[in-house]
């Protein structure tokens, strides 16, 4: 049967609102903070929602910024707190507000919220440097909006653990896990000392679960060390599979071998275990068969194919891309979840990361519901 709005269930409907991204009136759309400068594929600094349908919620992160979405048919009705579609009723949508303490400061003027923020409704995030050696090149990735910081400023672990510490305390039980990342550092460990010295701060003063994204190394013995300080949750990110397409729109990261992020995958889902290590691949930048090529390759060594939209987002050199459409992204999830059941990997058995928290995707929904 042929996918209309009429028969979206909750998992189509996060879909189609996730390729076509959702408007809103400007008053609406204000932060409490200005746009977070780590930007990437796929969050971008989107808005939350959480999304009801037919007795069912989720939470999604929608484009609200980005070009496209002015031909969204999607409006959120931010006073009724309604979803609408070319002007009709379809649900229930509720925007997360940022949180009040995004404007709380540290004794030396910090504010939290340049710190840490919110992804969803219950996860903290936070980059730990804007420089990325690909962008230092003039080899970065087309799809990334990341603004250079060339001093490679990084956040300070003491302070982070601080602002985690005030959040945790001033909200106990709230937060569910810390997302670290940061852009490629210019090192053979590719940044995991950096992590470590982090990881091992914010363990002085917290069980919440850890997960990280970073680029592959080539000593696997980083991998034991991240995890031994005390790291839950770790992604190796492909991105993108097709070798020419690889090529062309990640100039520098394209140049990792392919064999080197399985290389990692396979040793960290024997460390963390599977549901706990992942790979974005972005769909809607290659073919769909070379994005399922992936999909499979990554399962394959036991880690969680992270499927998400492409979402060319303001600020990058791809902003002008249309992102797919929902058509291409059913058939391509029909197949991640026939993989996800032949590898018996589920994403909603990890302890924290990305593929866990899945609002910018809708593997959970696929596993949970069907399409
Ligand atoms: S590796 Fe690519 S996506 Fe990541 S920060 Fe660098 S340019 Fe951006």
């Known amino acids: 049967m042929e996918k209309t709005l009429c028969n979206f269930n909750l998992t189509g409907l996060k879909l ?61 009705d931010d006073v009724n707190k309604l979803l609408l579609n070319d002007g009709q009723e379809v649900t229930k949508i509720e925007m997360v507000p940022d949180p009040e303490w995004y404007l709380d400061k540290l ?14 409704t219950n ?36 302070m982070l653990a601080k602002v985690l510490n005030i959040i945790e305390h001033n909200n106990p039980g709230k937060y569910a896990e810390l997302n670290i990342n940061s852009g490629t550092l210019r090192s053979d460990d590719m940044g995991a000392d950096m992590y470590i010295s982090v990881i091992e701060e914010i363990r002085k003063i917290s069980d919440i679960p850890l997960s990280a994204q970073i680029a592959p190394m080539r000593k696997l013995s980083h991998i034991d060390r991240l995890k031994d300080a005390g790291l839950n949750s770790l992604s190796f990110n492909i991105e993108i599979w097709d070798d020419a397409t690889r090529e062309r729109i990640m100039p520098g990261k394209g140049k990792i071998p392919k064999s080197l992020y399985l ?14 290590v992942s790979s974005w691949l972005i769909a809607g930048l290659e073919p ?78 696929v596993l949970n519901y069907g399409l």
């Open 288 to 365: 769909q068969e070379t994005t399922l090529i992936a999909a499979e390759e990554v399962a394959k060594r036991g880690a969680v194919p992270f499927v998400t939209v492409f979402r060319p987002i303001k600020g990058s050199l791809m902003e002008d891309v249309e992102p797919p459409n929902v058509e291409t992204m059913f058939s391509i999830f029909i197949e991640v979840e026939s993989i996800l059941k032949r590898y018996s990997i589920d994403p909603r058995n990890g302890n924290c990361g990305c593929a866990k928290c899945d609002c910018c995707s809708v593997a959970g929904e």
């Open 16 to 76: 189609d609102l996730l390729c076509k991204g959702i408007r809103m009136d400007e008053s609406a759309k204000q932060r409490l903070l200005p746009p977070y400068k780590y930007k990437r594929a796929s969050l971008s600094e989107g808005r939350n929602f959480e999304l009801y349908l037919n007795g069912r919620a989720t939470v999604v992160n929608l484009a609200v910024y980005e070009k496209f979405v002015k031909d969204s048919p999607y409006f959120y």
């Open 123 to 158: 996860v903290l995030a936070t980059s730990l440097s804007n420089y990325c050696v690909f962008k230092d090149d003039n080899a970065g990735c087309k799809f990334c909006g990341l603004t250079l910081d060339k001093k490679n400023r990084r956040k300070d672990p003491g």
């Open 263 to 276: 290389d990692c995958l396979e040793y960290a889902s024997e460390t963390f275990g599977p549901a706990n």
């Open 107 to 120: 004794d030396n003027d910090t504010l939290l919220g340049s710190y840490i923020q919110v992804h969803g």
